[in-house]
């Protein structure tokens, strides 16, 4: 079948006409169908609107013909190249785009499996290392920690904090002002409080999207969602002194995961104001220039990321010369008896509860579940009833020891004295990668040292070059290889039972530690009597 060159042109004309006759009868009949009882009344002014219709038709037809067919050819051979680019160009963009969504979906998911995996047990200081216990999941273990506000730099002494009956306003409460009110906020509070805690349990919640207290109806679209970003200011003190940028010290964070992102994702989240940062830790650096450099450090990263949202935790008295400009101070509110009830059971029902699965596991949670709230309130009312021990109940990590130890031992010694030795044999071991370097025996000699000391000289805390200074001789003594800056830092981050009080002082979690510790070598010696006589002639020479 011969292809002649006419026949572009016949279809041209064919079309022509079918377009034509759909344009002259097309209209009228629609109108006629569906206004067929207007019509049906009103012939005359129906026929005339009908005839004016067609003229306008043939007046356009020849119009068209003439001048409007030439102008519209013109315009299609100019614009059609230009309308093609244009669709390539999106259709380009768009595939860019998506695949570029997909990428960032991606590296964002293998960065969470990577949070999960380094965060997703519950801190404890080493304390559950060293007994039988398996580690907690975070979120298992983690109680509420409620916060209360503080006071505010001049420029936001006037922003008002979240309603919330009975000030129990949580990290959520802040964080989910949509306007971003709450854009900078400094947590403050004393060691051991949660800080650090706090901060995990945002980093978890956000990276996991489980549901939590406050959390439910924030963030409903997953895109809305912050990236968290959670660095230790003690861990990046060489980048800060040489101020390097915040996407460089991320980057290095990473490396310990041996998961490398490529750093123009990373930057590209902290330019569009995807991501909170989550500073820990003002108050672990040593000296207060360090201190000064760091707030500058943090400081110059709010204002190069300034669409980002900002936390930073520290003590108070770290802060006094360091308060971060803009931001809103909020403090870690004080440990109460409904958290340490809390605590207590998902402990004990941690212990409790085996690894069996599916309905045999539910109804062993079901039938422990009264034991467990009876254990507790007989832990409480333990702890309650004694003058020294009731303060255990607003410290964590104590009451956590206190717990342990029942799991272990399904009772607690009503004489306090063993209660210290017990916490003292089971925690002061200290171990590095699962291997013990210094049995708590050992450890408690060095400590009972300083404790005496610290005692002779009616202090409660100490600073690290004065511990230096005593404990030398009796580390050299018990263990010589150990460095003393190595095993100060072993004792704060294992056994828990000593802690930094600011940059530059030491204390024990609690004085009834320090009291042990001192008496100890008096109770071994069997030297009782002659503390009493020196008591007495110091009597008697008043």
Not at 140 to 155: A, H, N, Q
Not at 172 to 184: C, G, I
Not at 246 to 272: A, Y
Not at 367 to 393: G, M, P, W, Y
């Amino acid at each position: 079948m011969s292809n002649s060159p006419d026949s572009p042109t016949k279809i041209k004309e064919v079309g022509a006409i079918v377009t034509l006759a759909l344009a002259v009868f097309g209209p009228p009949a629609t109108v006629i169908t569906v206004f067929q009882q207007f019509v049906s009344t009103h012939a005359l002014f129906a026929i005339a609107l009908m005839l004016i219709y067609e003229f306008l038709i043939f007046v356009f037809r020849k119009v068209w013909d003439g001048f409007g067919s030439k102008v519209w050819e013109n315009l299609a051979q100019k614009l059609a190249p230009r309308f093609s680019d244009w669709i390539d160009r999106r259709i380009g963009q768009t595939q860019t785009l998506s695949s570029q969504r997909i990428l960032s979906s991606r590296y964002q998911k293998e960065y969470y499996e990577d949070l999960c995996k380094y965060w997703d047990e519950l801190d404890t200081k080493g304390v559950i290392n060293l007994t039988g216990l398996a580690p907690m999941p975070f979120d298992e273990g983690f109680v509420p920690i409620y916060l209360e506000p503080g006071r505010t730099s001049k420029s936001t002494r006037n922003l008002h904090t979240p309603a919330q009956p009975e000030s129990k306003l949580t990290i959520w409460d802040y964080l989910a002002d949509e306007r971003k009110t709450f854009k900078q906020l400094l947590i403050i509070g004393p060691t051991t409080s949660g800080k650090t805690t706090l901060l995990k349990h945002v980093m978890l919640t956000l990276a996991t999207r489980k549901s939590s207290s406050g959390f439910r109806h924030l963030f409903r679209k997953r895109q809305n969602t912050p990236i968290p970003i959670l660095l230790s200011l003690r861990e990046h003190v060489d980048a800060i002194e040489i101020g390097s940028s915040l996407v460089d010290v991320f980057n290095k964070h990473l490396q310990k995961w041996k998961h490398q992102l490529p750093e123009e994702w990373v930057k590209s989240q902290l330019e569009k104001g995807r991501c909170l940062i989550l500073f820990d830790g003002l108050d672990n650096l040593s000296e207060e220039e360090l201190r000064t450099k760091a707030m500058s450090w943090i400081e110059q990263q709010i204002k190069d990321f300034a669409d980002n949202r900002f936390i930073v935790t520290s003590s108070e008295s770290s802060i006094r010369n360091n308060a971060l400009r803009n931001a809103t101070v909020v403090k870690i509110s004080p440990f109460q008896v409904e958290q340490a009830r809390l605590l207590i059971e998902k402990w004990l029902m941690y212990n409790k509860i085996d690894d069996s699965p599916g309905q045999k596991k539910y109804k062993q949670r079901k039938a422990v579940k009264l034991q467990v709230r009876e254990e507790a309130e007989k832990i409480l009312s333990f702890l309650n009833s004694d003058t020294v021990l009731c303060t255990f109940v607003h410290n964590p990590l104590l009451l956590t020891m206190i717990t342990i130890i029942y799991c272990d031992e399904q009772d607690i010694s009503e004489d306090r004295s063993k209660i210290y030795k017990e916490i003292c044999q089971r925690f002061l071991e200290i171990r590095e990668n699962h291997h013990q370097i210094l049995s708590s025996e050992k450890v408690q000699k060095v400590l009972q040292e300083l404790a005496s000391y610290m005692m002779h000289k009616g202090c409660s805390s100490i600073s690290s070059t004065e511990i230096q200074t005593v404990i030398q001789k009796p580390l050299e003594y018990v263990e010589p290889t150990i460095p003393l800056t190595h095993f100060i830092d072993l004792v704060i981050n294992t056994s828990g039972l000593m802690v930094k009080k600011n940059a530059e002082y030491y204390s024990f979690t609690h004085p009834a530690f320090q009291e042990y510790l001192a008496a100890r070598p008096i109770k071994d010696k069997n030297l009782e009597q002659e503390l009493i006589n020196s008591l007495e002639r110091d009597l008697n020479e008043q």
